[in-house]
């Protein structure tokens, strides 16, 4: 099998729901808090769809008897005037149908309308609450496009389907059974000929939805590598240029743009070449019921009258477009079930371990840190942690060292509770982190990583992120701290620049700056330090050091570190090598035991 045919099959499998019924039901579900619109729908559906088939068959009457009026008024030398009994009541009943066909549906379509955005409103909060809910391993495991995707387009999909492809069915399925039942009643004959033309119709247009959904995805597929591709390279223009690869840059993004052309062509010829030839059929169709009707109105006047023959083409119209548009509505129902799907599962998912129902309060922590006998692993098959043990006094500064993937983040992850422990038990004060709510837990430790985050706002909303209410005096003073305000001072507003396009226009270092400027400003009891200066120069990192020594003057400090020279201060080192702490001690005591962190430091300093 092709790749390609093989893509195209996961597309159309990917765009299929797997338990279509029970979402469904669980979708049908979320809407009963709008029963009363629904129903409102329901009358105005079952009332537009009788006026739609009945509509035409009444016109059939007012014409016959406009017809005769006229051919008596012609016989009896008569002037030909409308009078209201019976064609002018007979016109203005038809003219008042059409006029109620058009306020039914504008109701229908406006509380649809309205049904479908309170649904996905509900089911976007529903999202939000859920994103607090879950783990962290959820975020690890999944990408942000993908996320994203379940949040934006799949409930758009919803949204788009819920207010014109349901309707659009439902209408459709009433107006082609009204149809067929009025054409049957009319002439049997000429209703069979419609059908047979119809079946040929639809298995063409079957055929090309199932290809068009395939090839659609295939083009959804292209234009995100394209997507991907431009932001990749968008970011990271100044490596492209400064390694000459703007040529083979170009050359990707261009087979991209080719793939999108290709895949759009595709999709595009079969979209647009299908409906010439389902109307030819129906033209093909039209013209041979119209030679049989209109030698039954000569030869069988009373069997085919020219008001009857009228009614019987709106028929035909009525029928048609709905036949033709079956597969594509069903696939466009399936997707959106697919996409409904999708963000049930996302609701579904595995959450945090519910905060204790009667938490211990801790307003402000003194800082003694226990580890007792603690286990973890990412998978409950695979212990990555065994038997974790070791006590940070209050005050304290605890150097976590190891080399890359040994453990030192989960270890931070663990104590702030991102992850929960297979065995043991963490304490903060005595009290098991367990027995505290995350946010009260969290309250007391103060965090500075190595990747910088910064959202989009001012560098005083920024620097204030853990303290909203802080006044200027006080977000100034712990920029002050970080050795962050004078070059704060000299952006174009200071403190109420406004970073944009993930403050690209402040430098790496002085975006750490930035979320140290945060620490100092929150004052909490414990502190978090994750090679908190690795992206500042010596002098700055210097001064940043001598204001972390101060912060840190009471508090107890958690610092990971790669260089040994950093944390040769510390009260006690842990020693990690494979997620578990294999020495522990003083640096004192760690280079006379001559083990793994003395090779470490010796390698580092010889």
Same mark, same amino acid.
């Given at each position: 099998?092709?790749?390609?045919?093989?893509?195209r099959?996961d597309?159309?499998?990917?765009?299929?729901?797997?338990?279509?019924r029970?979402?469904?039901?669980?979708?049908?579900?979320?809407?009963?808090?709008?029963r009363?619109?629904?129903?409102?729908?329901?009358?105005?559906i079952?009332?537009?769809t009788?006026?739609?088939?009945?509509?035409?068959?009444?016109?059939?009457?007012?014409i016959?008897?406009?017809?005769?009026?006229?051919?008596?008024?012609v016989?009896?030398?008569?002037?030909?005037?409308?009078?209201?009994?019976?064609?002018?009541?007979?016109?203005?009943?038809?003219f008042?149908?059409?006029?109620?066909?058009a306020?039914?549906?504008?109701?229908?379509s406006?509380?649809?309308?309205?049904?479908?955005?309170?649904?996905?409103?509900?089911?976007?909060?529903?999202?939000?609450e859920?994103?607090?809910?879950?783990?962290?391993?959820?975020?690890?495991?999944?990408?942000?496009?993908e996320?994203?995707?379940?949040?934006?387009?799949d409930?758009?999909?919803?949204?788009?389907?819920?207010?014109?492809?349901?309707?659009? @069915?439902?209408? +459709? /399925?009433?107006?082609? !059974?009204?149809? #067929?039942?009025?054409?049957?009643?009319?002439?049997? *004959? $000429?209703?069979?000929i419609?059908l047979?033309?119809?079946?040929?119709s639809?298995?063409?247009?079957?055929?090309?939805?199932?290809k068009n959904?395939?090839?659609?995805?295939?083009?959804?597929?292209?234009?995100?590598?394209?997507?991907?591709?431009?932001?990749?390279?968008?970011?990271?223009?100044?490596?492209?240029?400064?390694?000459?690869?703007?040529?083979?840059?170009?050359?990707a993004?261009?087979?991209?743009?080719?793939?999108v052309?290709a895949?759009?062509?595709?999709?595009?010829? @079969?979209?647009? +070449? /299908?409906?010439?030839? !389902?109307?030819? #059929?129906?033209?093909?169709?039209?013209?041979?019921? *119209? $030679?049989?009707?209109c030698?039954?109105?000569?030869?069988?006047?009373?069997?085919?009258?020219?008001?009857?023959?009228?009614?019987?083409?709106q028929?035909i119209?009525?029928?048609?477009?709905?036949?033709?548009?079956?597969?594509?509505?069903?696939?466009?129902?399936?997707?959106?079930?697919?996409?409904?799907?999708?963000?049930?599962?996302f609701?579904?998912?595995?959450?945090?371990?519910?905060?204790?129902?009667?938490?211990?309060?801790?307003?402000?922590?003194?800082?003694?840190?226990?580890?007792e006998?603690?286990?973890?692993?990412?998978?409950p098959?695979?212990?990555?942690?065994?038997?974790?043990?070791?006590?940070?006094?209050p005050?304290?500064?605890?150097?976590?060292?190891?080399?890359?993937?040994?453990?030192?983040?989960?270890?931070?992850?663990?104590?702030?509770?991102?992850?929960?422990?297979?065995?043991g038990?963490?304490?903060?004060?005595?009290?098991?982190?367990?027995?505290?709510?995350?946010?009260?837990?969290?309250?007391?430790?103060?965090?500075?990583?190595?990747?910088?985050?910064?959202?989009?706002?001012?560098?005083a909303?920024n620097?204030?992120?853990?303290?909203?209410?802080?006044?200027?005096?006080?977000?100034?003073?712990?920029a002050?701290?970080?050795?962050?305000d004078?070059?704060?001072r000299?952006?174009?507003?200071?403190?109420?620049?406004?970073?944009?396009?993930?403050?690209?226009n402040?430098?790496?270092?002085?975006?750490?700056?930035?979320?140290?400027?945060?620490?100092?400003?929150?004052?909490?009891?414990?502190?978090?330090?994750?090679?908190?200066?690795s992206?500042?120069?010596?002098?700055t990192?210097?001064?940043i050091?001598?204001?972390?020594?101060?912060?840190?003057?009471?508090?107890?400090?958690?610092?990971?570190?790669?260089?040994?020279?950093?944390?040769?201060?510390?009260?006690?080192?842990?020693?990690?090598?494979?997620?578990?702490?294999?020495?522990?001690?003083?640096?004192?005591?760690?280079l006379?035991?001559?083990?793994?962190y003395a090779?470490?430091?010796?390698?580092?300093?010889?």
């Amino acid at each position: 099998m092709k790749m390609t045919e093989r893509k195209r099959i996961d597309a159309v499998e990917r765009d299929a729901p797997k338990h279509a019924r029970r979402t469904a039901a669980r979708l049908l579900g979320q809407l009963k808090n709008q029963r009363g619109r629904l129903i409102v729908v329901g009358v105005c559906i079952v009332a537009y769809t009788l006026l739609n088939v009945f509509t035409p068959y009444y016109s059939a009457i007012v014409i016959d008897a406009l017809i005769g009026a006229i051919d008596a008024a012609v016989s009896g030398g008569t002037p030909f005037s409308v009078s209201w009994e019976p064609l002018g009541r007979e016109m203005t009943i038809m003219f008042a149908m059409y006029a109620a066909l058009a306020v039914v549906y504008y109701i229908q379509s406006y509380l649809m309308a309205s049904v479908a955005e309170k649904l996905i409103l509900t089911l976007r909060r529903q999202i939000a609450e859920k994103l607090n809910k879950l783990p962290l391993r959820f975020f690890d495991r999944n990408k942000p496009g993908e996320i994203l995707s379940r949040v934006t387009s799949d409930l758009d999909k919803v949204s788009e389907t819920l207010q014109t492809g349901l309707l659009k @069915l439902l209408t +459709s /399925v009433g107006t082609v !059974i009204g149809s #067929l039942v009025f054409m049957f009643c009319l002439s049997p *004959l $000429l209703a069979l000929i419609f059908l047979a033309f119809s079946v040929v119709s639809l298995i063409i247009t079957n055929v090309v939805a199932k290809k068009n959904l395939a090839y659609s995805a295939e083009r959804q597929e292209a234009v995100a590598r394209l997507t991907g591709l431009a932001e990749e390279y968008y970011t990271g223009r100044d490596v492209i240029k400064a390694y000459n690869r703007e040529r083979e840059s170009i050359a990707a993004v261009s087979d991209a743009a080719e793939e999108v052309r290709a895949a759009s062509q595709r999709t595009e010829f @079969l979209t647009n +070449s /299908v409906n010439p030839l !389902i109307r030819l #059929l129906s033209r093909l169709s039209q013209a041979v019921i *119209l $030679l049989i009707a209109c030698r039954w109105m000569v030869v069988r006047p009373d069997l085919m009258t020219p008001g009857l023959a009228q009614a019987f083409f709106q028929y035909i119209t009525l029928a048609s477009e709905p036949l033709t548009e079956t597969s594509y509505m069903i696939n466009s129902l399936q997707s959106a079930l697919a996409s409904a799907e999708r963000t049930f599962e996302f609701l579904d998912g595995e959450e945090e371990v519910p905060d204790t129902a009667h938490p211990a309060v801790l307003e402000r922590a003194r800082g003694e840190i226990a580890f007792e006998h603690v286990s973890f692993g990412y998978f409950p098959d695979k212990i990555l942690m065994k038997d974790i043990s070791f006590v940070a006094r209050p005050g304290q500064k605890i150097a976590v060292v190891g080399s890359t993937g040994a453990g030192k983040t989960t270890l931070i992850n663990l104590l702030m509770r991102f992850y929960e422990v297979n065995g043991g038990r963490i304490t903060v004060d005595g009290i098991p982190t367990t027995e505290l709510t995350r946010s009260g837990l969290r309250r007391n430790f103060g965090m500075v990583l190595q990747d910088t985050w910064l959202f989009g706002g001012t560098i005083a909303e920024n620097i204030a992120y853990g303290k909203p209410d802080a006044t200027r005096e006080e977000i100034v003073r712990a920029a002050r701290m970080a050795r962050v305000d004078y070059f704060i001072r000299t952006m174009p507003q200071g403190y109420d620049t406004v970073l944009d396009n993930d403050a690209g226009n402040l430098s790496v270092g002085q975006r750490q700056l930035i979320t140290i400027a945060r620490v100092f400003l929150c004052n909490p009891p414990v502190l978090i330090l994750d090679e908190a200066t690795s992206s500042v120069d010596t002098r700055t990192e210097a001064e940043i050091g001598r204001a972390m020594s101060e912060l840190m003057c009471g508090r107890t400090s958690f610092v990971i570190a790669h260089w040994l020279s950093t944390v040769r201060d510390a009260n006690c080192i842990l020693f990690m090598e494979n997620g578990n702490i294999i020495e522990q001690g003083s640096h004192r005591e760690l280079l006379e035991k001559g083990g793994a962190y003395a090779a470490l430091y010796n390698s580092q300093f010889a």
